[in-house]
């Protein structure tokens, strides 16, 4: 019996050996691919990235005259950084303004929020930077200023870069020859607060109560 089982497990060997196993193998299973947090994270950065527009035609090109200004305000504030105000009080400073000259002040947002909010709220920082910039060393110069809110994004998305990127300050510097489109843009006309002297008239004195009390006791 035990001859008969090694000539078994021999005769099993040799089908094996010249392929007349099991016709129908079990198939092996693929392995998943489990995607980590990180690479699922970098991907959607990817999609986000493809999904975004940049529009270069909105960006503005730097010069002599031109110049563009970030983080001049906080988040739904009207109220310039000092700091911006220094840069742009630096780079008017740098070129001679003894000659009349066109100051346009063209102020952007972010794409947070709706238009008519972005709208109102840009006009309101341009003009208070216009407003600032009323001091001698502008006094012949006209400003114009125009909010543009989030009609002229540069980026199509909202992330840290590009909203940096999009709420910016632009300044131009142009000839008093420049002719500007003044339906668009408001020229900043500096009230003066005119104060009116009182003139105190004269008090009439009214007779006392002694006086009264003897005019009434004559006519009695």
């Excluded at 527009?53 to 970030?70: A, L, Q």
């Excluded at 668009?184 to 607060?193: A, G, I, P, S």
């Excluded at 008239?201 to 003897?214: G, R, V």
């Amino acid at each position: 019996m035990t001859l008969m089982k090694i000539y078994l497990i021999i005769f099993t060997l040799l089908l094996s050996l010249f392929g007349c196993g099991d016709k129908y193998p079990v198939p092996k299973l693929e392995e998943k691919k489990v995607l980590s947090s990180s690479t699922k994270k970098s991907n959607t950065q990817s999609a986000v990235h493809e999904r975004s527009t940049f529009y270069k035609e909105n960006t503005t090109e730097e010069n002599e005259t031109t110049r563009v200004f970030i983080n001049c305000f906080t988040t739904g504030s009207i109220h310039i950084h000092k700091s911006c105000k220094n840069k742009i009080d630096m780079f008017l400073k740098s070129i001679s303004l003894k000659n009349k000259r066109n100051i346009i002040i063209e102020v952007h947002t972010d794409k947070g929020g709706s238009q008519k909010n972005n709208l109102g709220i840009s006009k309101k920082r341009a003009k208070n930077i216009a407003s600032s910039l009323y001091f001698k060393e502008y006094k012949n110069s006209e400003v114009y200023y125009k909010g543009f809110g989030k009609s002229k994004l540069i980026y199509d998305i909202q992330s840290k870069k590009a909203d940096i990127e999009n709420r910016r300050v632009v300044v131009k510097l142009r000839s008093k020859n420049f002719k500007l489109n003044t339906k668009e843009y408001t020229l900043f006309v500096k009230v003066k607060k005119l104060k009116r002297k009182v003139k105190k008239q004269p008090s009439k004195k009214q007779p006392s109560k002694k006086l009264k009390k003897e005019k009434l006791d004559i006519l009695s």
